[in-house]
């Protein structure tokens, strides 16, 4: 079964999203998600320029061979470009042979090891009043996990909050739930480390005295403290029995990880920007996180993900797959084939995606009672719907960045 045709297709319904599309010979099309939020263009160069013209002629039932050699190729290897780009690559391969074999892709990877994924939504609010609201709306959703994210006072705008300065910078519109600001330059927010120390630990407090002692919560702290700073915060938030804090600092410095163990029992999770399985090798190893947070998109696919997922089951860590919005719904299928066929799945991020999306990708996975599924279509059970996507064209956006007080440029 041999690769006809490869074409990159860009579209911004409720946001920008990168989609690579493979047809064979025989006329099976796949379908795989190369979004990298605030950077789509240099994944459509990077595919188009380099890898289109080495996938037309190839075998398409051999995915693990083409992964290696998308990799090993091209010698300057790893980073999201490359990995976002092969992740593409990986998925429509997948998507095609789940079609070719007449199953979805759960099934030719092993099969399902439960019935359903745990999800989390994300709750967040200006005062304690708008975030107990958030909290419920999310409960009526049917969620049974919620991240937790509040304002600090004394900062108009910081990250996670749905009502913020990016919010009203762009009229209103949410740009499906994301931060992102479409336009010329990105949205600049504050930050104060201590504020944020001080505050978060009473949010949780009011949280947990509100909704009680079951509700699973999560927390991100998006790369922003030192280890120090990390260990203090894990630690104040242990009488709340988070499920867990993500990205507490930045973990490019791994060993500064085992700072925070000495100091927290508070579950870690780790690695929404990491691409590869050697990101992950010592933070595993030696056992300083507790669930992986990459995505099946920027982690160079099923392929390479499930590799990660294994070795870190090895050592107890389960899987937290990323799962926001800048994932296109053919990246969220991916997630729920691979979550839902593996043994040491944790939990799924699940931001859901505007009407506009859903009209562009028409789905098959589903959600209810706190679960998802990625349905029994043959494939991953998404499928594009180009003349839909043409409506939208790219739209240049950029994430948001932070100031300190004195004006120096902070990790966002």
Known sequence: MIIEQADVIVTSPNRNFVTLRLVTDEGHVGIGDATLNGRELAVVAYLRDHVVPLLIGRDAHRIEDTWQFLYRSAYWRRGPVTMAAVAAVDMALWDIKGKEAGLPVYQLLGGASRTGLLAYGHASGKTNDELFDSVREHLEQGYRAIRIQAAVPGLKSIYGIASNATYEANKGERYDHEPAQRGGLPNEEDWDTRSYLRHIPTVFEAVRNEFGPELPLLHDGHHRMTPIQAAQLGKSLEPYDLFWLEDCTPAENQEALRLVRQHTTTPLAIG?????????????????????????????????????????????????????????????????HLGLSIHNFGIQEY???????????????????????????????????????????????????????DGTVHDW
């Open 272 to 336: 929404e920007i990491f691409n590869t399985v050697w990101d992950y090798q010592q933070i595993v190893r030696e056992q300083l996180i507790d669930y992986v947070r990459s995505a099946v998109t920027h982690t160079g696919g099923i392929t390479h993900l499930k590799k990660v997922l294994d070795y870190a089951s090895q050592y107890q860590i389960k899987s937290g797959m990323h799962g926001p919005t800048d994932i296109s719904p053919v990246g969220m299928a991916a997630a729920m």
């Open 351 to 405: 931001m859901q995606h505007g009407a506009k999306t859903d009209a562009v990708f028409e789905q098959s996975y589903t959600w209810k009672d706190g679960l998802l599924h990625p349905g029994d279509k043959p494939g991953l059970g998404v499928e594009l719907n180009v003349d839909e996507a043409g409506r939208y064209p790219y739209q240049r956006a950029y994430l948001p960045y932070n100031r300190l007080a």
